[in-house]
């Protein structure tokens, strides 16, 4: 149960009257730590491939919004999968549920029933924070508080837990550098 509002702004444009920014080709979002370009692919395809986020070409600004968050969420769809299911095994736990989410303003969430939600914003940020963000949630399923014990219980799997809770509010900053999320 990570709260963290995020907001990312390219670096160097401005908001419009609205506090939004608009995206363009040619513009970076952040991607598991490293920048990435929008670029219009030739072939019209939507997905993200060697560090480059492929769009339509022609489309409007809110559209390239959609269509980059399109490209965030099935990547999170495959990349927390295969996070969550080799941690889960290693930890030796096993969620009711894994989706991955990102209407509301939180990184991961899991409930009383083993059902743990991932943000697909999580995407947006460095490997070793997305790693302790799927250990968060996976660790609420032996211990559904944060008591000390919890903290152990992280710390097994990822060294420095509590410092990289810490970084998240970092990462959300450095986010709003780069809008749209
Ligand atoms: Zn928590």
Known sequence: ?????????????????RGEFRLTYGDTLPYRGEKCEIKASRLGRTAWADGVFYIRPGLAP???????MGIYRTQAKEVLGQKVKAFAEKMGVRPAKVECRGNEERWGSCDGL????????????????IDYVVVHELSHLKEFNHADSF???????IPFAREKHRQLE??????????FI
């Open 1 to 17: 149960m990570v709260y963290v509002p995020l907001q990312v702004t390219p670096p160097g444009r401005s908001p419009n009257a």
């Open 62 to 68: 809110e559209e390239i919004r959609k269509a980059c």
């Open 170 to 179: 970092i990462t959300r900053r450095a986010l709003r550098e780069c809008n």
């Open 151 to 157: 903290w152990a219980l992280v710390e097994q799997f």
């Open 114 to 129: 083993g059902q743990i939600n991932y943000s697909w914003r999580l995407m947006a940020c460095p490997e070793d924070i």
